[in-house]
């Protein structure tokens, strides 16, 4: 069973840094295309940053490029969000999402990023 479980989602001052942690489980994180999305109050979803081995590269949104990082550590199969210089406008739920970029089928339950300004 694939599970997906997300934490370090908490309440940070503008310009301030928070790293999120997706554990993975049921598969390994060379298997699938993993990445993050996010949903603030009142907006839609949206793709953050995805994984994707099978085009060898890592998708960035152009709302988060050269402020959040995404890593991967293979022994926990766990992936992080590094995220840096967050603005209130990152306030969201952030959701852990696996098996690909676009539509992805696994979902974890999120961790709430709360920006203040």
């Known amino acids: 069973e694939v599970q997906l479980v997300e934490s370090g989602g908490g309440l940070v001052q503008a310009g301030g840094s928070l790293r999120l942690s997706c554990a993975a489980s049921?598969?390994?994180?060379?298997?699938?295309?993993i990445g993050w999305f996010r949903q603030a109050p009142g907006k839609e979803r949206e793709g953050v940053v995805c994984?994707?081995?099978?085009?060898?590269?890592?998708i960035y949104a152009d709302s988060v490029k050269g402020r959040f990082t995404v890593s991967s550590d293979y022994a926990k199969n766990t992936v992080y969000l590094q995220m840096n210089s967050l603005r209130p406008e990152d306030t969201a739920v952030y959701y852990c999402?696996?098996?690909?970029?676009?539509?992805?089928?696994?979902w974890g339950k999120g961790t709430l990023v709360t920006v203040s300004s």
């Open positions: 999402a696996a098996d690909d970029c676009t539509a992805p089928d696994y």
């Open positions: 049921g598969f390994t994180l060379d298997d699938y295309a």
């Open positions: 994984i994707d081995s099978s085009i060898g590269g890592t």
